[in-house]
């Protein structure tokens, strides 16, 4: 089964935790991903739809993820180049989050098929912001 996991760069352990099964971010983030070599899913549409039109979130910080298990050296640079600051990763979620809740019937028609997509969004959000207040780099990754 598919599982992110989220890494904070502190010395402490950081307390909040998944809050359930992440098979459904980590579709998500691939398939949002994907959308800028035509992916076509719904979770690509959904991307596209909270970049676009009234929401306008940069994805970038949410879409900065990587493979957990590097096969060769270039896997292992881009493990450590997904670094990044928590607070731009905290603000992305946020907004994500928002527009979820405020989501059309289209959108709730995705978040039906994927229901734990938002609450992990959400986790990543909490996470971040944990993060963010300790001045920590973050990083996201998978396992397939």
Same mark, same amino acid.
């Given at each position: 089964?598919?599982?992110?996991?989220?890494?904070?760069? +502190?010395?402490?352990?950081?307390?909040?935790?998944? #809050?359930?099964?992440?098979? =459904? &971010?980590?579709?998500? $983030?691939? /398939? %949002?991903?994907?959308?800028?070599?035509?992916?076509?899913?719904?979770? +690509?549409?959904?991307?596209?739809?909270?970049?676009? #039109?009234?929401?306008?979130? =940069? &994805?970038?910080?949410? $879409?900065? /993820? %990587?493979?957990?298990?590097?096969?060769?050296?270039?896997?292992?640079?881009?493990?450590?180049?997904?670094?990044?600051?928590?607070?731009?990763?905290?603000?992305?979620?946020?907004?994500?989050?928002?527009?979820?809740?405020?989501?059309?019937?289209?959108?709730?028609?995705?978040?039906?098929?994927?229901?734990?997509?938002?609450?992990?969004?959400?986790?990543?959000?909490?996470?971040?912001?944990?993060?963010?207040?300790?001045?920590?780099?973050?990083?996201?990754?998978?396992?397939?």
């Amino acid at each position: 089964m598919p599982t992110a996991f989220f890494e904070a760069d +502190t010395p402490e352990f950081c307390p909040i935790v998944f #809050g359930g099964d992440t098979a =459904d &971010l980590v579709y998500f $983030l691939s /398939f %949002a991903f994907s959308a800028r070599y035509g992916a076509q899913h719904e979770l +690509t549409s959904l991307a596209l739809r909270l970049r676009g #039109g009234d929401h306008k979130i =940069d &994805l970038t910080p949410l $879409l900065t /993820f %990587a493979d957990r298990n590097p096969e060769d050296p270039a896997d292992t640079r881009e493990l450590e180049r997904v670094w990044q600051d928590a607070a731009p990763l905290a603000e992305c979620c946020r907004r994500v989050v928002e527009a979820l809740d405020r989501g059309d019937a289209g959108v709730l028609r995705t978040l039906e098929r994927y229901p734990d997509l938002r609450d992990r969004i959400d986790d990543v959000r909490r996470m971040a912001e944990w993060a963010a207040a300790r001045g920590a780099r973050v990083r996201i990754t998978f396992e397939l």
